[in-house]
């Protein structure tokens, strides 16, 4: 069994009932007769709670909408996984073998799932207000700048604009393969510059493909400068 004594020394809250702590990183693949997605239900909605409240205060001019569009770019599962991998949330998940074999440590579902199961468990035995310390003491930590331009990064039109003023031309996007079941599909997308492959990415949408491909491209170029 793992040891969550250091993830409980990282997050500063050491549960008195470790029962909660142990459900909220267990996967269901690990075949106990309890698992997080209980936690994990109730953990989104505290969370979502949480962040709208904190947007709410940090821009008391912001519209509706501009706050909206902020709390959706944070409260996703690709936000939740980057606080997950800030924890290291991925070496105290209990998994089956198979699960385990199968990269299950690094999967954003998984490491999504399991932070919202864990901040579900702080705020079952502490409450709101040990929850929100907790949660927006990593938000801070990870995200330096809170703002509508730098969250909501279209990586694509950023590219688009980059080649055509330097090289005179777009990018190509081609779809290389896809894997998993119908309910689980990972595609794989390609980005071509000039017929030439400049990047590729995998991701759970062929948007969320083409969108971390164009992120790789532009570090590339970026750095080729």
């Not at 702590?21 to 709670?49: C, M, W």
């Not at 938000?139 to 703002?147: G, H, K, V």
């Not at 190509?172 to 030439?196: M, R, W």
């Amino acid at each position: 069994m793992q040891d969550l004594s250091k993830l409980e020394d990282t997050i500063e809250y050491h549960f008195r009932n470790k029962q909660l702590i142990i459900e909220a990183l267990t996967h269901k693949s690990y075949k106990k007769p309890y698992n997080n997605e209980r936690l994990e239900f109730l953990g989104d909605a505290v969370l979502d709670l949480i962040v709208g409240e904190y947007l709410y205060k940090l821009f008391p001019n912001k519209d509706e909408g501009t706050l909206s569009k902020i709390r959706a770019s944070l409260v996703n599962e690709g936000g939740f996984t980057k606080l997950a991998k800030a924890l290291n949330l991925g070496d105290y998940l209990f998994l089956s073998t198979a699960e385990e074999n199968n990269k299950g440590r690094s999967k954003k579902s998984l490491l999504s799932n399991a932070f919202e199961a864990l901040m579900g468990a702080i705020y079952l035995e502490a409450g709101l207000e040990k929850t929100r310390e907790i949660a927006i003491k990593l938000l801070e930590e990870n995200y330096p700048t809170i703002d509508l331009d730098t969250l909501c990064k279209d990586y694509k039109t950023t590219l688009q604009e980059l080649t055509q003023a330097e090289y005179g031309t777009t990018p190509t996007y081609t779809l290389i393969g896809s894997s998993g079941p119908d309910h689980d599909k990972v595609f794989e997308i390609a980005i071509f510059l000039n017929g030439k492959e400049i990047s590729k990415a995998k991701g759970k949408s062929k948007k969320e493909a083409q969108q971390d491909a164009a992120k790789i491209a532009l570090d590339k170029l970026r750095k080729a400068k």
